[in-house]
């Protein structure tokens, strides 16, 4: 099946701080979602991006499908961004998918 | 906005056991899924369900669980004789299409 890798596995940032998230993955995709799970274990999702960039206030994202990556962005980080981000894909018909390890964020004020 | 919700938050049972597990997808959606998290652990997907059926399943999946669609609205899965490994949160979510899934809040499962 596909893998997914993303890194880094962890990041501790200041309050304020920018960031960049990344996850790749083995074969090419016909769906891509980014997640943020927060600390009462919720998976709250973020973006749809199999392709293409996107943006919703200080988060955006971009995936370049030919290069089989996604990348995260993370503008003037809060400390209510901190928690796990996972990036999940999928290349099946029945829209199974496989979420990386997770990159664990921790903003300190 | 609407949501997938899950029922029961938490469960706790004794080994051996059988529990089931409930979802109430989002009413306009046609694909259903469960995954699992073990404390600590990356989520893994379980089976997805499509037009009455399952569409695809994972290794995990195995004569241990079902899942059901027992009324049109409730979308359930149960595991039969629980084993303490099956300790793990359960995500129940939902989509449209093959894309953008919803995930519900999750059951706490503790199997002792």
């Known amino acids: 099946g596909i893998q997914v890798e993303q890194s880094p596995p962890d990041l501790i940032l200041q309050e304020g701080a920018n960031s960049t998230l990344r996850c790749n993955f083995s074969d090419s995709v016909n769906n891509l979602q980014w997640f943020h799970q927060n600390p009462w274990g919720q998976l709250i999702n973020l973006f749809y991006?199999?392709?293409g960039t996107k943006q919703n206030g200080r988060l955006s994202a971009t995936t370049v499908a030919t290069e089989r990556y996604s990348l995260l962005y993370i503008s003037s980080s809060q400390t209510t961004d901190s928690g796990v981000y996972f990036c999940?894909?999928?290349?099946?018909?029945?829209?199974?998918?496989?979420f990386g390890d997770g990159t664990t964020l921790t903003v300190k004020p | 906005e609407p949501e997938v919700t899950q029922t029961p938050s938490h469960q706790v049972t004794q080994m051996g056991q059988e529990v089931i597990l409930r979802c109430v997808p989002i009413s306009n959606h046609l694909y259903f899924y469960w995954y699992r998290q073990i404390l600590g652990q990356k989520v893994e997907f379980l089976v997805s369900f499509y037009n009455n059926e399952i569409s695809e399943k994972s290794e995990i999946f195995d004569d241990q669980f079902s899942v059901e669609r027992p009324d049109g609205s409730n979308f359930t899965l149960k595991i039969r004789s629980t084993k303490l490994e099956d300790s793990a949160m359960y995500f129940c979510?939902?989509?449209?299409?093959?894309?953008?899934?919803?995930f519900g809040p999750g059951t706490r499962l503790l199997v002792l």
């Open positions: 991006i199999p392709s």
């Open positions: 999940a894909v999928g290349n099946t018909n029945a829209g199974k998918s496989t």
């Open positions: 979510a939902s989509s449209e299409g093959v894309r953008t899934k919803y």
